[in-house]
Protein backbone atom coordinates (compact mmCIF):
# COMPACT_ATOMS: atom_id res chain seq x y z
CA UNK A 1 0.00 0.00 0.00
CA UNK A 2 3.08 2.25 -1.17
CA UNK A 3 4.51 2.05 2.52
CA UNK A 4 1.44 3.52 4.06
CA UNK A 5 1.65 6.50 2.46
CA UNK A 6 3.02 9.55 4.23
CA UNK A 7 2.77 7.53 7.24
CA UNK A 8 5.91 5.96 6.58
CA UNK A 9 7.66 8.87 4.81
CA UNK A 10 11.37 9.71 5.22
CA UNK A 11 12.72 6.47 5.68
CA UNK A 12 9.62 3.82 6.77
CA UNK A 13 9.50 2.57 3.22
CA UNK A 14 13.19 2.05 3.28
CA UNK A 15 13.40 0.21 6.76
CA UNK A 16 10.51 -2.42 5.26
CA UNK A 17 12.66 -3.15 2.18
CA UNK A 18 15.27 -3.76 4.28
CA UNK A 19 13.63 -6.11 6.42
CA UNK A 20 11.70 -8.12 3.80
CA UNK A 21 15.02 -8.54 1.72
CA UNK A 22 16.90 -9.55 5.63
CA UNK A 23 14.32 -12.41 6.09
CA UNK A 24 14.72 -13.73 2.67
CA UNK A 25 18.49 -13.23 2.32
CA UNK A 26 19.65 -14.51 6.27
CA UNK A 27 21.56 -10.94 6.36
CA UNK A 28 19.25 -8.99 8.78
CA UNK A 29 21.65 -6.87 11.12
CA UNK A 30 21.09 -6.91 14.84
CA UNK A 31 19.00 -4.86 16.05
CA UNK A 32 19.90 -1.35 17.90
CA UNK A 33 20.26 -1.68 21.49
CA UNK A 34 18.78 1.75 22.30
CA UNK A 35 21.97 3.34 23.45
CA UNK A 36 23.97 5.96 21.84
CA UNK A 37 28.19 6.28 22.43
CA UNK A 38 28.85 9.97 22.82
CA UNK A 39 32.50 11.40 22.24
CA UNK A 40 33.00 15.09 22.80
CA UNK A 41 35.85 16.98 21.31
CA UNK A 42 37.57 18.51 23.78
CA UNK A 43 36.44 15.33 26.16
CA UNK A 44 35.16 15.34 29.61
CA UNK A 45 31.95 17.51 28.76
CA UNK A 46 27.95 16.60 30.31
CA UNK A 47 25.75 15.69 28.08
CA UNK A 48 22.29 15.67 28.13
CA UNK A 49 19.86 14.48 25.91
CA UNK A 50 16.42 16.24 25.88
CA UNK A 51 12.75 15.66 24.33
CA UNK A 52 10.55 18.55 24.19
CA UNK A 53 11.87 20.14 28.11
CA UNK A 54 11.73 16.63 29.55
CA UNK A 55 15.44 14.86 30.34
CA UNK A 56 16.22 11.77 28.78
CA UNK A 57 19.51 10.77 30.19
CA UNK A 58 22.97 12.70 31.69
CA UNK A 59 26.28 11.50 31.12
CA UNK A 60 28.40 13.53 33.13
CA UNK A 61 31.72 13.39 31.85
CA UNK A 62 32.29 12.25 27.91
CA UNK A 63 32.86 9.57 26.08
CA UNK A 64 30.50 7.38 27.47
CA UNK A 65 27.23 5.82 26.59
CA UNK A 66 23.17 6.83 27.24
CA UNK A 67 20.72 5.46 26.58
CA UNK A 68 17.70 7.11 24.50
CA UNK A 69 14.22 5.60 24.14
CA UNK A 70 12.93 4.34 20.67
CA UNK A 71 10.82 7.11 19.40
CA UNK A 72 8.82 8.67 15.69
CA UNK A 73 10.39 12.31 17.04
CA UNK A 74 13.85 13.47 17.32
CA UNK A 75 16.14 14.76 20.26
CA UNK A 76 18.97 17.13 21.41
CA UNK A 77 22.07 16.92 22.49
CA UNK A 78 23.59 19.47 24.91
CA UNK A 79 27.31 19.12 26.01
CA UNK A 80 29.12 21.78 27.60
CA UNK A 81 32.44 21.58 29.27
CA UNK A 82 34.99 24.04 31.10
CA UNK A 83 36.35 26.84 28.46
CA UNK A 84 33.52 25.37 26.17
CA UNK A 85 30.50 26.94 24.28
CA UNK A 86 27.49 24.71 24.94
CA UNK A 87 26.84 22.98 22.01
CA UNK A 88 23.20 21.83 20.94
CA UNK A 89 22.52 18.93 18.20
CA UNK A 90 19.36 17.67 16.74
CA UNK A 91 19.24 13.82 16.37
CA UNK A 92 16.30 12.49 14.39
CA UNK A 93 15.27 8.90 14.11
CA UNK A 94 16.01 6.59 11.41
CA UNK A 95 15.14 3.11 10.33
CA UNK A 96 16.88 0.41 11.90
CA UNK A 97 17.22 -2.53 9.68
CA UNK A 98 17.91 -4.84 12.31
CA UNK A 99 13.50 -3.95 13.64
CA UNK A 100 10.96 -6.28 13.05
CA UNK A 101 8.77 -4.08 10.49
CA UNK A 102 5.00 -5.22 10.06
CA UNK A 103 4.48 -6.70 6.52
CA UNK A 104 1.05 -4.47 5.23
CA UNK A 105 -0.77 -7.47 4.59
CA UNK A 106 -4.66 -7.13 5.71
CA UNK A 107 -6.32 -5.31 8.15
CA UNK A 108 -4.41 -6.37 10.76
CA UNK A 109 -0.76 -6.14 9.47
CA UNK A 110 -1.52 -2.44 8.80
CA UNK A 111 -2.85 -1.31 11.93
CA UNK A 112 0.58 -3.15 13.18
CA UNK A 113 2.84 -1.34 11.03
CA UNK A 114 0.93 2.02 11.45
CA UNK A 115 1.23 1.19 15.07
CA UNK A 116 4.79 0.56 14.71
CA UNK A 117 5.33 3.96 13.03
CA UNK A 118 3.47 5.98 15.19
CA UNK A 119 5.36 4.67 18.64
CA UNK A 120 8.70 5.19 16.72
CA UNK A 121 9.44 1.07 17.98
CA UNK A 122 11.12 0.47 14.24
CA UNK A 123 13.65 3.47 14.38
CA UNK A 124 16.66 3.88 16.03
CA UNK A 125 19.05 6.49 16.50
CA UNK A 126 22.17 7.21 14.94
CA UNK A 127 24.41 4.59 17.60
CA UNK A 128 27.12 6.89 17.40
CA UNK A 129 27.65 10.53 17.75
CA UNK A 130 30.79 12.97 17.79
CA UNK A 131 30.41 16.34 18.89
CA UNK A 132 32.45 19.39 18.67
CA UNK A 133 32.52 22.12 21.13
CA UNK A 134 34.08 25.55 19.96
CA UNK A 135 35.43 27.45 22.84
CA UNK A 136 34.06 29.69 24.40
CA UNK A 137 35.92 32.73 23.30
CA UNK A 138 38.27 33.40 20.43
CA UNK A 139 41.09 36.09 20.24
CA UNK A 140 39.97 37.98 17.27
CA UNK A 141 37.07 37.21 14.05
CA UNK A 142 40.14 35.33 12.10
CA UNK A 143 40.95 32.90 14.70
CA UNK A 144 36.44 32.21 14.95
CA UNK A 145 36.91 31.97 11.46
CA UNK A 146 39.72 29.62 11.31
CA UNK A 147 37.95 27.38 13.61
CA UNK A 148 34.52 27.40 11.58
CA UNK A 149 35.51 27.45 8.31
CA UNK A 150 37.48 23.88 7.59
CA UNK A 151 34.38 22.77 9.74
CA UNK A 152 31.70 23.92 7.63
CA UNK A 153 33.71 22.39 4.47
CA UNK A 154 33.64 19.10 6.14
CA UNK A 155 30.06 19.32 6.41
CA UNK A 156 29.69 20.09 2.87
CA UNK A 157 31.69 17.43 1.88
CA UNK A 158 30.48 14.69 4.72
CA UNK A 159 26.65 15.63 3.38
CA UNK A 160 27.52 15.39 -0.21
CA UNK A 161 28.89 12.06 -0.52
CA UNK A 162 25.91 10.93 1.36
CA UNK A 163 23.78 12.45 -1.42
CA UNK A 164 25.86 10.52 -3.86
CA UNK A 165 25.59 7.45 -2.70
CA UNK A 166 22.14 7.52 -1.88
CA UNK A 167 21.52 8.32 -5.57
CA UNK A 168 22.94 5.10 -6.55
CA UNK A 169 20.36 2.97 -6.25
CA UNK A 170 18.42 5.46 -8.51
CA UNK A 171 20.39 4.76 -11.68
CA UNK A 172 17.73 3.20 -14.41
CA UNK A 173 14.55 3.89 -11.43
CA UNK A 174 12.41 6.60 -11.00
CA UNK A 175 14.09 9.01 -7.92
CA UNK A 176 10.72 9.20 -6.59
CA UNK A 177 10.03 5.84 -5.29
CA UNK A 178 13.54 4.87 -4.47
CA UNK A 179 15.69 8.10 -3.08
CA UNK A 180 13.29 10.93 -2.33
CA UNK A 181 13.10 9.34 1.59
CA UNK A 182 16.89 9.22 2.06
CA UNK A 183 17.96 12.27 0.51
CA UNK A 184 14.93 13.70 2.58
CA UNK A 185 16.77 12.30 5.59
CA UNK A 186 19.61 13.58 4.68
CA UNK A 187 19.01 16.92 3.77
CA UNK A 188 17.15 17.11 7.41
CA UNK A 189 20.43 16.16 8.94
CA UNK A 190 22.57 18.76 7.14
CA UNK A 191 20.27 21.59 7.99
CA UNK A 192 20.35 20.21 11.71
CA UNK A 193 23.86 20.27 11.77
CA UNK A 194 24.49 23.67 9.74
CA UNK A 195 21.96 25.42 11.99
CA UNK A 196 23.95 24.09 14.82
CA UNK A 197 27.10 25.10 13.74
CA UNK A 198 25.98 28.74 12.41
CA UNK A 199 24.30 29.14 15.89
CA UNK A 200 27.78 28.34 17.75
CA UNK A 201 29.37 30.97 15.50
CA UNK A 202 27.20 33.50 16.55
CA UNK A 203 27.63 32.53 20.29
CA UNK A 204 31.14 32.49 20.41
CA UNK A 205 32.66 35.72 22.25
CA UNK A 206 35.55 37.59 20.96
CA UNK A 207 38.27 39.59 23.55
CA UNK A 208 39.17 41.88 20.87
CA UNK A 209 35.67 43.24 21.13
CA UNK A 210 32.77 42.45 20.76
CA UNK A 211 31.77 44.52 17.93
CA UNK A 212 33.83 41.87 15.80
CA UNK A 213 31.33 38.74 16.73
CA UNK A 214 29.09 39.62 14.34
CA UNK A 215 28.53 37.42 10.98
CA UNK A 216 30.88 38.31 8.11
Known amino acids: ?19 VIGRATGLK ?32 ATPGRLEIPRSA ?5 RCVG ?16 GAFVPLPTGVVGIAM ?29 AARDAWFAP ?3 AIAARFGEQEREARQPCLGQP ?4 CEPRLAQIALRRADVEASLAAQRAAVRLAS ?3 LARAD
Not at 36 to 41: C, F, M, R
Not at 175 to 178: A, G, I, L, R
Open 29 to 60: PPAWDGYVQVATEPPGQRCTAERDGQVLAVLA
Open 113 to 141: LTAAVASGSINRFPPEVAIVSPPAEFDDA
Open 1 to 19: MACLLSLLALGGCIAGTIH
Open 73 to 77: FPYEM
Open 209 to 211: GPE
Open 82 to 97: PGTLETVHVFRPEPDP
Open 151 to 153: RAA
Open 175 to 178: ESTV
